[in-house]
């Protein structure tokens, strides 16, 4: 069953390419880009537009701060810590990453 607002939608797209609309927009006569994802190309392009990342790119943006903790602390008991959360950091990674592709 098709949507009642279909066929307005349909006639005001045609009344647009009558009043030549259409005509001369950007990239009119190229090839649409490649699409890995095309379920969720519009949702990629806007979370992208947006400044978004995938979680892989924000989870690795955490563990460089832990790493620079690392760097700066001498205390064992709290470098173990840091370590555990790196490990741990490191899987959420690769979960992201598999997620992602």
Do not use: W, Y
């Not at 806007?46 to 832990?66: H, T, Y």
Request: proline share 6%; hydrophobic share 40%; aromatic share 2%.
């Amino acid at each position: 069953m098709d949507h009642p607002l279909l066929d307005l939608i349909n006639a005001k797209i045609a009344e647009a390419e009558a009043r030549g609309e259409f005509d001369n927009l950007p990239g009119a006569g190229k090839p649409l880009p490649d699409c890995d994802d095309p379920e969720n190309a519009l949702l990629n392009r806007v979370v992208q537009e947006n400044g978004g990342v995938p979680e892989f790119v924000l989870l690795a943006r955490e563990l460089e701060k832990l790493r620079a903790e690392l760097r700066e602390t001498s205390d064992r008991t709290r470098r173990t810590e840091i370590m555990k959360d790196m490990s741990m950091m490191e899987v959420k990674i690769d979960i992201a990453r598999k997620t992602h592709r």
